[in-house]
């Protein structure tokens, strides 16, 4: 388990940029998955994007060609670049840092970043 600080949310126009950090407590050599979910008021938390420890990365298709995901393993942080914002994107943003094992995954969670986004 490993403990996570997102930074970098706020508010922004729509067409805007934000650039989310997820500082891990610890190496991230060993996180199998890091990613970012959302959640809006009255909807379930989503998948934004995640990347594996071989960079292999996936987006929601809402998301494709505005958001990057990143990571630095030296840094033991994360990163999410977002481009071109809409008002729809407005959410409550946390890192994830996933461990798989045979039988299941291991989660980690930060506190999550308030990303809110003006028309």
């Known amino acids: 388990q490993v403990q996570l600080v997102e930074s970098g949310g706020g508010l922004v126009q729509a067409g805007g940029s934000l650039r989310l950090s997820c500082a891990a407590s610890?190496?991230?050599?060993?996180?199998?998955?890091m990613g970012w979910y959302r959640q809006a008021p009255g909807k379930q938390r989503e998948l934004v994007a995640s990347?594996?420890?071989?960079?292999?990365?996936n987006y929601r298709d809402s998301v494709l060609g505005r958001f990057t995901i990143s990571r630095d393993n030296a840094k033991n942080t994360g990163y999410l670049q977002m481009n071109s914002l809409k008002p729809e994107d407005t959410a409550v943003y946390y890192c994830?840092?996933?461990?798989?094992?045979?039988?299941?995954?291991?989660?980690?969670w930060g506190q999550g970043t308030q990303v809110t986004v003006s028309s």
């Open positions: 610890r190496t991230i050599l060993s996180i199998n998955n």
């Open positions: 994830n840092a996933r461990r798989s094992v045979g039988f299941g995954d291991y989660d980690s």
């Open positions: 990347i594996s420890n071989i960079g292999s990365t």
